[in-house]
């Protein structure tokens, strides 16, 4: 069995790649990482932040040809109960931008409220980071958390038959406001630039207290994931059978 999981950026996968060893592809055009869990062959790979290019990588890398993709990373709570570290799945991704949604195979959801994850009737999938209270309070009405890619890569799974399911760790709250728009220190393939950042902190000092209570927040929120990631895939690769039929039957 093979799976694919997409994460926007290296610290969202960062405490999984140390917990399981993964080692870095060298055939693969589009890079990334593979590990194995049992008889399942995993390959991790990055897209960088936004929808525009978690469509591309996620294109190239579906060539692949996995049984399975899991677009995995952080998100912010829209709602009062979803808190810091908690790790949700959704049943449908919805695009804000556009209303589209897309809905999240049963089996794979069922596995993994077994594994730990709360199910959210919606994750919604924003072209732009949701910086303030205001706007997540807006949004609260519509989906229980948001971010930036789910929705793309859930489209190209689904255009080619492969099942797909989002699973997204909390890394702000609802009552938080973003300390910066982060797109402004992303390079051009969608990683925080170090030296934007740097700048950006020299231009508002004031903001680093809210900067460095978001990053402990983040990388807690990133080793629950990966502690999530770690039970999931190693039960799904122990039903591969089961996930491969599951896989046959759609592109059938």
């Not at 469509?55 to 829209?78: F, H, M, Q, Y």
């Not at 728009?181 to 030296?195: H, T």
């Amino acid at each position: 069995m093979r799976i694919l999981i997409t994460f926007a950026l290296d610290l969202e996968f960062a405490p999984w790649k140390r917990l399981h060893r993964f080692a870095k592809t060298a055939d693969s055009p589009h890079g990334g990482y593979e590990g194995r869990f049992d008889e399942a062959q995993v390959r991790a790979v990055l897209t960088g932040v936004g929808g525009a290019r978690a469509k591309s990588v996620a294109n190239a890398a579906l060539e692949w040809r996995p049984d399975l993709c899991i677009t995995a990373g952080l998100a912010g709570s829209l709602r009062a109960e979803y808190r810091v570290g908690q790790v949700l799945a959704a049943r449908d991704i919805m695009e804000l931008e556009s209303s589209r949604t897309v809905s999240v195979d049963a089996s794979l959801l069922s596995r993994a409220q077994a594994c730990g994850a709360i199910l959210i009737d919606r994750l919604l999938t924003s072209s732009a980071m949701i910086l303030s209270v205001e706007g997540k309070k807006r949004l609260g009405n519509m989906a229980g958390a948001v971010e930036m890619e789910s929705f793309a890569v859930a489209m190209e799974a689904g255009a080619v038959n492969i099942p797909a399911i989002a699973v997204r760790a909390i890394s702000d709250e609802a009552d938080e406001d973003l300390p910066m728009n982060f797109g402004d220190v992303l390079d051009e393939s969608g990683e925080v630039n170090k030296a934007k950042m740097a700048r950006a902190v020299a231009r508002a000092p004031h903001k680093l207290p809210a900067l460095m209570r978001l990053g402990r927040q983040s990388k807690a929120a990133s080793l629950k994931l990966a502690e999530f990631l770690e039970r999931y895939v190693t039960g799904l690769a122990t039903s591969s059978g089961n996930i491969v039929e599951m896989a046959e039957a759609r592109r059938a």
